[in-house]
């Protein structure tokens, strides 16, 4: 098998699984109450019955997984810039999402209450493609600042051979990175010891979703804090790794 | 420096012991040289006169309509073996950057991102090329 179907192959199965116990747990934390737990939509389990109801939602929720999963192999595919394949991940992501939340009853059926419901995962594509470009900027920057130290001199260990002068003109690292470069400084300022502010971030977003559930009253809504918590702990991840080369 | 030649006819392959007094940046510089050195120069092909190409001349070795090509300090050369061979041939210093082509990391003048998330790399000699996003933590990690 080759790699880039053994790639492919790994993505489905991760993906089903983690589709599986994800739409259950949206679910759950979307329809339930304090005082009574909701593990379907009350209208598909009134059309097929609870047993049935759960297990379709488990299937569809996998199959949600599976193509969201499977999509992200457009990013190892280098006819696809960076924005295309966040793009064609995003279509083909949300319309899963889309059609299958029509289906288990999570969104109503009009197509305002269908356009609403697309907002927060599209939304989520722009952190995305910026945490995406922000980690490939700062591998990048590490390679330009490992050249420039090869051609100084200062990185002994590695000997350069540069037979003659540059013809391509060669920014300075430092006049780059901390004043000439808007997104740089924004890296250097946003992401340098996010790191380690991880936990309390998660505890925040638990904090705040009961907060905003105890005073609304019910968890409806509120488990979007714990889900821009994700986001912003991703975000910060996605570029940790990026700044050790993972 | 004393340079010893030890003759063994029951050696299984060629090997260099260094003995020093401590592993120096000298030494660190000699074992890389010696790491890097590859004594088969490449045969290229230009206007059908074949031509010997010294390893460290090399600027990039790329793919194109089925053939590979190998850009030169002297010139682009056309190559006869396969680009998966001729990596296994390389010294370290040649980075894969993509599935079509190796660059001589000794070459790169630098790396760019642009908006689109495009990664091109510039080389001496005035070229231009691509980075695969699948191959930049590999680059990253030979230069770094």
């Known amino acids: 098998m080759s790699e880039d179907r053994r790639l492919l192959l790994i993505l489905c199965i991760i993906g089903f699984l983690l589709g599986m116990v994800l739409c259950n747990a949206i679910t759950i934390m979307f329809s339930s109450t304090p005082d009574h737990i909701v593990i379907v939509a009350p209208e598909l389990s009134a059309r097929f019955g609870e047993p049935l109801a759960i297990v379709l939602q488990t299937l569809i929720g996998g199959l949600i997984g599976l193509i969201a999963f499977s999509a992200t192999a457009v990013f190892y595919d280098d006819r696809f810039s960076l924005v295309a394949a966040t793009l064609i991940h995003m279509a083909v992501s949300v319309s899963a999402l889309v059609i299958g939340g029509y289906f288990l009853e999570w969104v109503g059926h009009t197509l305002g209450e269908l356009l609403l419901f697309m907002i927060l995962p599209m939304s989520m594509y722009v952190l995305i493609w910026f945490s995406v470009y922000i980690s490939y900027r700062v591998q990048i920057k590490q390679i330009n600042e490992s050249l420039e130290r090869r051609r100084s001199g200062k990185d002994r260990y590695r000997p350069f051979i540069l037979s003659e002068q540059p013809s391509v003109a060669v920014r300075d690292p430092i006049f780059f990175s901390r004043l000439a470069d808007c997104s740089a400084i924004l890296e250097e300022v946003l992401f340098m010891d996010m790191r380690k502010m991880i936990p309390v971030i998660a505890m925040i977003g638990v904090l705040v979703m009961f907060i905003w559930g105890y005073l609304e009253g019910t968890f409806a809504h509120s488990w979007l804090a714990v889900m821009a918590a994700g986001i912003v702990i991703v975000a910060v991840s996605i570029i940790g790794k990026g700044k050790q080369g993972s | ?144």
């Open chain 2, 1 to 144: 420096m004393r340079v010893d030649f030890l003759e063994d006819k029951d050696a299984y392959d060629t090997r260099v012991i260094i003995q020093a007094p401590e592993r120096s940046q000298d030494v660190e510089e000699l074992i890389e040289a010696i790491m890097s050195f590859s004594p088969s120069p490449i045969s290229g092909y230009s206007e059908g006169v074949m031509t010997r190409i010294v390893k460290d001349s090399i600027i990039r070795i790329y793919s194109k309509d089925k053939k590979v090509y190998a850009d030169t300090t002297d010139g682009s050369f056309l190559i006869k073996s396969p680009l998966y061979q001729l990596e296994g041939e390389l010294p370290r210093k040649f980075v894969r950057i993509s599935n079509s082509e190796i660059v001589n990391s000794d070459r790169i003048i630098r790396l760019d991102l642009n908006l689109a998330g495009t990664i091109r790399i510039f080389l001496e000699g005035d070229i231009e090329s691509h980075v695969s996003r699948r191959y930049v933590s590999k680059v990253k990690e030979a230069l770094i």
